[in-house]
Each structure stands twice: as structure tokens, then as C-alpha cells.
């Protein structure tokens, strides 16, 4: 798939905040600071469209980014960043699961893991309620580039391990920096669609 153009839509809580059209979308998931933003502006080949940062939990609401006019790439907001109210944890659970249950249009839910440490509690659950709900997902193992090639192969084997993937469940290394694992993700996205 080549990415031709891109553009940032809107940001939205509930559904009636998203883009209307009916066309497809996915969705990226994963833990605050886990590198969504990064492998966004990555995957398009932007360097700031989706803002980056280093103090986690900055995004709060649903942002949609439009590519090729032809899908949406749907940035959620991160799960497991412990310097926020249980309210706002909560105000934040109740709006992703509101989008994964409801959006008509999801084809598919890119779900990133931080490749240097085991999944967390919270990344196992959102999984399970993944595969649960029936949804196309790819696992992908962001900050490839910051293992050691023999890490990282330990690395995938334990997210494999601790996510109970089967024969077919697709687990990705993936780098913001050097751009691995692009074409792969690419080719699942356009599976989906």
C-alpha cells in the first residue's frame, strides 16, 4: 500500500463526534507512551502529524486521520498511565470500548507492546477482549531498536507466550526509527480493507 496523502479529521469522545461517511478504520491501541503517535507519523511517513512526547497520557481523546481518502488510521487514547484520576481512567475505558463495541466501520485494531518489557496485565486484557469481540488485530512490538537482536527475538517470544498467540496471530517488531516492520503492518491494514 502506498500512502499518498493524509490528513488529521477530528478528535472525538462519542460516537456522535465521529466522522460520518462510513469509511473503514483502524484503530491503533496500547498503553500510554507505548509509541502510538510515533508509529503513526511512521506509517504515513509524516514526521509530526500525530504529536509525540515523552510524558504519557497525552492522548485524551479519539483522533481520526483520513489516508488516501479512502480510511481512516484511529489513534485512541492510552490505557495504563497511573498520574491521572481514577475518574479520568475511567471517563478514558469508558470511550475506547465505546468505540471498539460501536464504530460500524472498524476493520481492525493494530494492538502496540512495548518490546522491551513482558505485557502488562492491562495488555493481556485488552487482547483477550479483542480476539473476544472477534477483531481482526495484529500485535505489534514497537521500540524494536532499542533490543539487541537476540533480546528482541526473546522479546517476541514472550509477548507471543504471555498473549497466547496461536498459529496465524500476527505479532509484528516494529521501529519508528528505522522503519522496520512498516511494509508488514501496511500489508495487514490493506488485508483488512
Known sequence: MKIK?????????????????????????????????????????????????????RTRLINFFQVNGAFYLVDLPGYGYARVSKREKESWRVMVEGYLSAS???QGVVLLIDSRHPPTAQDIQMYEWLKHHDLNTAVVATKADKNSRSRLLRSLKVISADLSL???????????????????????????L
Open 166 to 192: 496461536m498459529e496465524g496471530d500476527q505479532l509484528v517488531p516494529f521501529s519508528a526509527e528505522t522503519g522496520l516492520g512498516r511494509e508488514e503492518l501496511l500489508e495487514i491494514i490493506a488485508s483488512w
Open 104 to 106: 460500524k466501520n472498524l
Open 5 to 57: 496523502c493524509v490528513e488529521f479529521v477530528t478528535s472525538a469522545v462519542k460516537a456522535a463526534d465521529y466522522p460520518a461517511g462510513g469509511l473503514p478504520e483502524i484503530a491503533l491501541a496500547g498503553r500510554s507512551n507505548v509509541g502510538k503517535s510515533s508509529l503513526l507519523n511512521r506509517l504515513v511517513n509524516r514526521k509530526r502529524l500525530a504529536r509525540s512526547s515523552n510524558t504519557p497520557g
